[in-house]
């Protein structure tokens, strides 16, 4: 949850960014994406039944690609500048 935590702080230190939509949505899918990791994480650490754990491994998998390709794998900060930046 490294990226909500930053644009949390964020949020609440500067205000809400001066973002366009296309990156106004881009910052909720990112936020969105980190929150169902963590839930599947949380269950995944709840079940008692091994079989089970390769089926959230592979939804983990496919959600932390797709918020690899939303961030590009950079820093919380450098994110929140590109979203700025790419909003001008």
């Keep these: 949850m490294r990226y909500t935590k930053y644009f949390s702080g964020v ?28 839930e599947l994480n949380d269950l995944k650490t709840a079940i008692k039944n091994r079989n089970e ?3 959230y491994d592979i939804r983990i998998h496919r959600l932390s690609k797709t918020l690899k390709g939303l961030t590009n794998d950079e820093y919380p ?3 929140m500048h ?3 930046f790419e909003s001008r």
Excluded at 13 to 28: D, I, K, S
């Design 77 to 79: 900060k450098e994110v």
């Design 53 to 55: 754990h390769y089926k």
């Design 11 to 38: 949020l609440k230190n500067q205000g809400t960014p001066n973002l366009n939509v296309e990156q106004y949505a881009r910052l909720m899918n990112i936020v969105s994406l980190e929150g169902r990791i963590q």
């Design 82 to 84: 590109n979203m700025v």
